[in-house]
T-cell receptor
Framework: AQSVAQPEDQVNVAEGNPLTVKCTYS??????LFWYVQYPNRGLQFLLK??????LVKGSYGFEAEFNKSQTSFHLKKPSALVSDSALYFC????????????FGTGTRLTVIP | NAGVTQTPKFQVLKTGQSMTLQCAQD?????MSWYRQDPGMGLRLIHY???????DQGEVPNGYNVSRSTTEDFPLRLLSAAPSQTSVYFC??????????????FGPGTRLTVT
């Protein structure tokens, strides 16, 4: 069965420093992976996806993610954090069968400290 | 495009009451879904639909019904509300390509409290 783990409930980073939000996955076959961001009292916004191709995927707002098949990881990164990046981040994997529903991690709260 | 819209934004129910959460999308997406979000548990899939007239259960379907009479609308019905259904509910939709879904687009959510 497919699953996603986000090992850190909370990540704090100083403004201007690089940030990483970790995600590991488990799925049979080729993984289809997604990152979403949720700002307070809002719905989830799509940031980026990995379907196939380059292991470094670029997305919205300067975010990128690195796919590592051997480590089954899909970490979200940004070279220089902004205070406005403070939000809740979710990693998701597409399911193996049926309608290929998305399975989400429990989320990581990112706080960027001015 | 309005994207995915949900009504109402907030709702308070008493135990045993029923209600319908509305969801609509104007992107002509075949796939639509309902999630609930609870603290520390991420998003859990309640029901989903791969097209008009086709619905199926997700991870936590008990206490909820859905129907899909049009491509645009996917209402979620709470049959007899319970305090355990206090949550934030999100509707989402996705395009499909040869039967596969891709990134989902989410509505703004409905915050439901059951007393």
């Amino acid at each position: 069965a497919q699953s996603v783990a986000q090992p850190e409930d909370q990540v704090n980073v100083a403004e201007g420093n690089p940030l990483t939000v970790k995600c590991t996955y488990s799925v049979s076959g080729n993984p289809y992976l997604f990152w979403y961001v949720q700002y307070p009292n809002r719905g989830l916004q799509f940031l980026l996806k990995y379907i196939t191709g380059d292991n470094l995927v670029k997305g919205s707002y300067g975010f990128e993610a690195e796919f590592n098949k051997s480590q089954t990881s899909f970490h979200l990164k940004k070279p220089s954090a902004l205070v406005s990046d403070s939000a809740l981040y979710f990693c998701a994997v597409r399911g193996e069968t049926g309608a290929n529903n998305l399975f989400f991690g429990t989320g990581t709260r990112l706080t960027v400290i001015p | 495009n309005a994207g995915v819209t949900q009504t109402p934004k907030f709702q308070v129910l008493k135990t045993g009451q029923s209600m319908t959460l509305q969801c609509a999308q104007d992107m002509n997406h075949e796939y639509m879904s309902w999630y609930r979000q609870d603290p520390g548990m991420g998003l859990r899939l309640i029901h989903y639909s791969v097209g008009a007239g086709i619905t199926d259960q997700g991870e936590v379907p008990n206490g909820y019904n859905v129907s899909r009479s049009t491509t645009e609308d996917f209402p979620l019905r709470l049959l007899s509300a319970a305090p355990s259904q206090t949550s934030v509910y999100f509707c989402a939709s996705s395009y499909t390509d040869r039967g596969l879904t891709y990134e989902q687009y989410f509505g703004p959510g409905t915050r439901l409290t059951v007393t």
